[in-house]
């Protein structure tokens, strides 16, 4: 029987010889190019002193987390800046309330601290997560730096002896998108972004567990491979057959090996993860501690759907409950795994949500951007529980006392990962900068030693 022609013109087996040309191709080009581009993103491994934390977990609440309807709450401001959401609750510390929709994170609160008195005063989300997340005002230098997260690769990932296949720096599920994290870094220094959703049956993993593929069936493709390739077979033992072959068996190691267990939750017990919450979000929490309790330096979860200019409150009534449980539980098993004195977990978004509600249509009862004061948290890694840091005053409209910006709290943070934030960032470029850039000083303003 004749083969059958693709549109091209091009039947299956010529397209399968010129598949293993190409290959044949690469594997005999000159590797001096490749070898070129690795000398160049090869440094010297900087500098890093003992830091108390090991790794970092944050849960990046994209759209800003309302501080008034969650660790700022303001019950005498009256309804048009409260809402429904008038009736805080005790926490396990005393003297300090929380939103009514967080019972379980009170009864943690003696683990984390809050931060009332954030501030940037940016109300567009691109400038405000930037700024945020590399603790570089926009405007600095003209250049674009890279966030927490592909620093600490710098300093904590495979030029510090990390070994792990899974990268340094993994996001789940999606890309935060409003910005390069890896900026001026460039690729390699850019997340790993799992994709999928660990909630499902099987969690679909980019690169590691391919959705509605058994493991029989990868190790059909692999036999078929090994069928076809005539080429390697005749062809005596050469550097670039090795290195193919050497690269192969560590993509099937991540395929088929003990790395994609990592991914596979199933290995937990079914009432650990109904108290994570059996929601994206819930088991994205899990497999965070998954990942750092394998090594895994830094994990951003990114949690969006709170950019509430619609309909606020009724938002508010499903996604608080759903982070109540999820963090809640992922300090207690940090805890309970030994994790959490050497485990950073910071969550906020990049911005707050507007104090005064905005009841007129076409709002009908949300919040806008605001960036004047909002809240973040910290727990764990070295930072002390139990703590309230600056205060907003009584409609939540601005900074009180004693105002945090984002370069405070990332310069607290490298601190604790033994990172100088004052100090040089390798770069492949040559370019002189610092990791952090420079901070307001005077009593009560720049870092956190106060909870540190």
């Avoid at 005002?137 to 927490?148: M, N, S």
């Avoid at 690729?187 to 099987?202: A, E, I, M, S, W």
């Amino acid at each position: 029987m004749g083969e059958r022609q693709g549109a091209d013109g091009i039947t299956r087996r010529a397209a399968l010889r010129r598949m293993l040309a190409g290959a044949a191709g690469l594997a005999l080009a000159d590797l001096r190019g490749f070898r070129a581009l690795a000398a160049t993103e090869k440094q010297a491994p900087p500098a890093v002193k003992p830091g108390q934390a090991k790794a970092l977990i944050q849960i990046w609440m994209w759209g800003g987390l309302s501080h008034l309807d969650s660790f700022d709450p303001k019950p005498d401001a009256g309804y048009d800046y409260c809402g429904p959401l008038n009736k805080p609750i005790p926490t396990k510390v005393d003297g300090v309330r929380i939103c009514e929709l967080l019972p379980l994170l009170a009864q943690q609160a003696d683990k984390y601290s809050i931060i009332r008195s954030m501030t940037h005063r940016i109300n567009s989300h691109e400038t405000a997560a930037y700024f945020v997340q590399t603790g570089h005002k926009p405007e600095d230098h003209g250049l674009v730096y890279p966030g927490l997260g592909a620093v600490v690769s710098v300093f904590r990932g495979y030029d510090h002896g990390y070994k792990g296949v899974v990268p340094p720096y993994v996001v789940l599920t999606t890309a935060q998108g409003r910005f390069s994290e890896a900026g001026f870094l460039g690729l390699r220094y850019k997340p790993f972004v799992t994709g999928g959703d660990p909630n499902q049956p099987r969690f679909a993993v980019e690169g590691f567990v391919a959705e509605g593929i058994s493991d029989e069936r990868q190790r059909g493709r692999r036999e078929l491979l090994h069928a076809l390739d005539s080429l390697g077979k005749a062809t005596p033992a050469s550097e670039q057959f090795e290195r193919l072959d050497g690269l192969e068996n560590k993509a099937y190691d991540l395929i088929l090996g003990d790395v994609r267990k990592v991914f596979d939750l199933s290995e937990e017990k079914d009432e650990l993860r109904d108290r994570y919450g059996r929601s994206k979000f819930g088991q994205c929490c899990l497999m965070a501690r998954r990942l750092v309790e394998r090594g895994v330096p830094y994990v951003t979860i990114n949690y969006p759907g709170w950019d509430t200019h619609k309909r606020h409150f009724e938002t508010m009534r499903t996604r608080l409950p759903e982070m109540d449980k999820g963090v809640a539980t992922l300090l207690q098993d940090l805890a309970d795994h030994g994790l959490l004195d050497s485990t950073i977990v910071w969550w906020s978004g990049e911005f707050g949500r507007t104090p005064r509600i905005q009841w007129e249509a076409p709002w009908n009862g949300g919040r806008g951007h605001y960036g004047n004061c909002f809240c973040a948290v910290v727990a764990g890694g070295g930072f002390k529980g139990g703590q309230v840091v600056g205060s907003s005053d009584a409609k939540g409209e601005e900074v009180a006392e004693r105002p945090v910006y984002p370069y405070d709290l990332l310069g607290s943070i490298y601190e604790l990962l033994g990172i100088d934030a004052d100090g040089p960032l390798p770069n492949s470029l040559g370019l002189d900068v610092k990791v952090l850039g420079a901070g307001e000083t005077g009593p009560g303003r720049g870092r956190l030693g106060e909870i540190v």
